[in-house]
Nanobody, 125 residues
């Protein structure tokens, strides 16, 4: 069981920035996928950004050019730098860790096994 703890959420005005952090209880370097998702009430959880084991990154079209995902394997940590935030970015953000055996695009819920409790991001106009 991998425990994930997110931090860094908050309330900002449109155009502002936030940096989300996620610390895992175990090694993440061996995981096929690590990533960030978000969910608004009443909507499905959607992939925001993911990193494959080979360090290849992928992003949702809605955040490309504004968000940057990174990880520090030595610290078992995952980060999401969010710039030029928009009101539509408002959601609960979750970090996630996948299997060591297989994975996919790293943008689907099914690519992941363990989930954090989430951190709220609110962007006002």
């Amino acid at each position: 069981q991998v425990h994930l703890v997110e931090s860094g959420g908050g309330s900002v005005q449109a155009g502002g920035s936030l940096r989300l952090s996620c610390v895992a209880s175990e090694d993440i370097a061996s995981r096929y996928c690590v990533g960030w998702f978000r969910q608004d009430p009443g909507k499905e959880r959607e992939g925001v950004a993911g990193i494959r084991r080979d360090d290849r990154t992928t992003y949702a079209d809605s955040v490309k050019g504004r968000f940057t995902i990174s990880k520090d394997n030595a610290k078992n940590s995952l980060y999401l730098q969010m710039n030029n935030l928009k009101p539509e970015d408002t959601a609960m953000y979750y970090c996630a860790v996948g299997s060591i055996f297989h994975g996919g695009s790293c943008m689907e819920n099914t690519d992941y096994v363990y989930w954090g409790q989430g951190t709220q991001v609110t962007v006002s106009s």
